[in-house]
């Protein structure tokens, strides 16, 4: 079971962290992922973090904005947002993948979390 958390309604410019729990899968194992998709649009790939949480892929949309992190000690995942801006506005949703490559589409992962709206406003 992955649980999403931290999103809500934010201003233009801010900073917000989400966090993801993750129960049920050796966490350690797991390359993780962060999605998000704004209403009528694709799910769209934006951090991709390792086992170790070391190497990062990250969508060139949020690049030197965005950036993911985990603790494996506490099977949660991270996903940092600096300078929001209102086209940031989706749900966001975290990934596990039994592939260990940094994978990008959504098809390639397989088990997922709820969700977690991040509104951004001007």
């Known amino acids: 079971q992955l649980q999403a958390s931290g999103g809500g309604p934010v201003q233009a410019g801010d900073s917000l962290r989400l966090s993801c729990v993750v129960s049920?899968?050796?966490?350690?194992?797991?390359?993780m992922a962060w999605f998000r998709q704004a209403p009528g649009n694709e799910r769209q790939f934006v951090v991709g973090i390792s086992r170790s949480g070391g190497p990062l892929s990250i969508a060139d949309s949020v690049k030197g904005r965005f950036t993911g992190s985990r603790d494996n000690t506490k099977n949660t995942v991270y996903l940092h947002m600096n300078y929001l801006k209102p086209e940031d506005t989706a749900v966001y949703y975290c990934?596990?993948?039994?592939?260990?490559?940094?994978?990008?589409?959504?098809?390639?992962?397989?088990?997922w979390g709820q969700g977690t709206l991040v509104t951004v406003s001007s």
């Open positions: 049920g899968l050796a966490f350690n194992l797991y390359p």
């Open positions: 990934a596990a993948t039994v592939d260990q490559r940094l994978l990008t589409r959504a098809r390639d992962y397989l088990y």
